[in-house]
């Protein structure tokens, strides 16, 4: 059964930073693109940051890059993302995501509040 477990939420100031990180189970971690979505109250849910199988390639947003950065270690089965420079539209729940055989699996999520 897939499991992904975020953490690292909270709440910063603008301009702050924060670290996310997703535990991933229940299939071969390294075989799988990862990514990070989020949603704000109110909007729809949207991809922030894709990396590939061995961090070679990586995707982000316009809205996130230069500020945001994804990486995985395969070996810790967990797939992060530094948030730098966070804005106050950066706030929403902030969600890894695994898509395998057509299937995108989700964690819980996790908050992130950038207000001052």
């Known amino acids: 059964q897939v499991q992904l477990v975020e953490s690292g939420g909270g709440l910063v100031q603008p301009g702050g930073s924060l670290r996310l990180s997703c535990a991933a189970s229940g299939f071969i971690f390294s075989a799988y693109v990862m990514s990070w979505y989020r949603q704000a109250p109110g909007k729809e849910r949207e991809l922030v940051a894709t990396?590939?199988?061995?961090?070679?390639?990586?995707y982000y947003a316009d809205s996130v890059k230069g500020r945001f950065m994804i990486s995985r270690d395969n070996a810790k089965k967990t797939v992060y993302l530094q948030m730098n420079s966070l804005k106050p539209e950066d706030t929403a729940v902030y969600y890894c995501?695994?898509?395998?055989?057509?299937?995108?699996?989700w964690g819980q999520g996790t908050q992130v509040t950038v207000s001052s």
């Open positions: 995501s695994v898509l395998r055989r057509s299937l995108r699996d």
């Open positions: 990396v590939s199988t061995i961090n070679s390639v990586t």
